[in-house]
């Protein structure tokens, strides 16, 4: 993080399991400054979505994941709401399996549930969110054809 005073930059605190691939990735901020992203720990470990809290005074934390799944990422956050959206792994699915990918919502309280996919348990991606619970993203039809997905109440949605 660059100060706007000009004082030297911050690292955002890594998640602490330091290795030859292991890295953060911030994705999103919101107006208070807090931040989502997920914590890659290297081929075929998986990512573990990730918040840093303004003033990034203290360590990142590990979001929770939801149900059933392997890993995830956190890939956007509402303006004021706190709210965020991402991509979860299904159980036991690798990282390039593309088709076991599933839409996440985190809700304000910090739990998170599945968006319905377009088709059965074809992938399902979310990467946008507003303070009034739409998500966006994609999500493949029955024929594995993508295309460009509004989930309009997320919150009532999500399972």
């Not at 292991?22 to 999103?28: F, G, I, L, M, P």
């Amino acid at each position: 993080m660059w100060p706007a005073d000009g004082s030297a930059p911050v690292e955002l605190t890594r998640s602490g399991a330091a290795g030859l691939y292991d890295y953060s990735q911030v994705r999103d901020i919101d107006a208070a400054g807090n931040v989502v992203g997920y914590d890659w720990t290297g081929p075929w470990q998986g990512r573990t979505p990730w918040t840093w809290s303004a003033p990034y005074a203290g360590a990142g934390t590990a979001a929770s994941l939801p149900a059933g799944t392997t890993g995830a990422t956190l890939e956007a956050v509402g303006p004021h709401s706190g709210v965020a959206v991402g991509t979860a792994l299904a159980p036991g699915a690798a990282e390039w399996d593309y088709d076991t990918h599933q839409a996440l919502y985190r809700d304000a309280s910090g739990t998170a549930r599945l968006l319905p996919p377009l088709a059965g348990d074809r992938t399902a991606e979310a990467y946008a969110v507003t303070d009034t619970s739409r998500a966006g993203g994609t999500a493949l039809d029955t024929n594995g054809v993508a295309h460009a997905v509004v989930w309009r109440h997320a919150d009532r949605v999500a399972r």
